[in-house]
């Protein structure tokens, strides 16, 4: 019987100390302070960082300069050995087409004015989905400016995420999104993609708006 009880006591042990690191690690995820834009096509809004970042927000970039910024940038999912030769015989795909871009900037422009040192700024781009009803198709993920650097972080491209969060037929039956994908970031000009003193990968985005433009005409 003693044994039966030690068990037991330890394996009571065991629980609390799983649903307590559990508890943690929920409580730990960066959380949303306040909401800059709402509407059918983006949401943006400002994320508070669980560790201190340091940002150099508020950030003035107009809609235009984010433009010239987001457009550069392309992705491949990142995958795992041996998915990945495969992978990398195609080219990267740009993370944003042109109608996106339209709506995005300007309001990934008002949350970098808006954002403090501590913050961080999420956007979320909605289409409907293969199933409109019941799902939309999402480019998702959050940018910040560490001077002279430009992070960006996705979570989403393009993938079907629940409009509900439970089931049509069954309200107790939970429809969570699913977790953030992870993806491989490049950018044209490469040699603006560098990585920061903490080996993160970042844009020298001052040094790329300052580089003339293929294109443009030379100044005096």
Not at 124 to 136: I, K, M, Q, T
Not at 162 to 181: C, I, K
Request: aromatic share 12%; charged share 25%.
């Amino acid at each position: 019987m003693r044994h039966r009880y030690c068990a037991v006591v330890f394996w009571r042990m065991v629980l609390c100390a799983v649903v307590m690191g559990l508890s943690s690690s929920c409580a730990r995820l960066p959380y949303t302070t306040s909401v800059v834009h709402d509407d059918a096509r983006v949401v943006v809004a400002l994320q508070q960082e669980i560790e201190a970042a340091g940002y150099s927000h508020p950030m003035k970039l107009t809609p235009a300069e984010v433009t010239d910024i987001l457009q550069g940038f392309s992705f491949r999912p990142k995958q795992r050995m041996p998915l990945r030769w495969f992978a990398e015989e195609n080219p990267p795909k740009p993370v944003f087409r042109p109608d996106e871009l339209e709506v995005l900037a300007g309001r990934l422009s008002e949350g970098l004015r808006a954002a403090g040192p501590e913050e961080r700024v999420h956007f979320e781009l909605r289409a409907p989905g293969l199933n409109p009803s019941v799902r939309r198709d999402v480019v998702g993920g959050w940018v910040a400016v560490r001077d002279p650097y430009l992070y960006v972080t996705l979570e989403y491209v393009h993938v079907q995420i629940p409009t509900r969060t439970a089931d049509l037929y069954d309200y107790n039956y939970p429809t969570p999104p699913p977790p953030p994908a992870e993806y491989l970031l490049y950018f044209e000009p490469g040699r603006f993609w560098t990585v920061d003193r903490k080996g993160l990968s970042a844009l020298d985005y001052r040094a790329f708006l300052k580089a003339p433009k293929v294109g443009s005409s030379p100044g005096p």
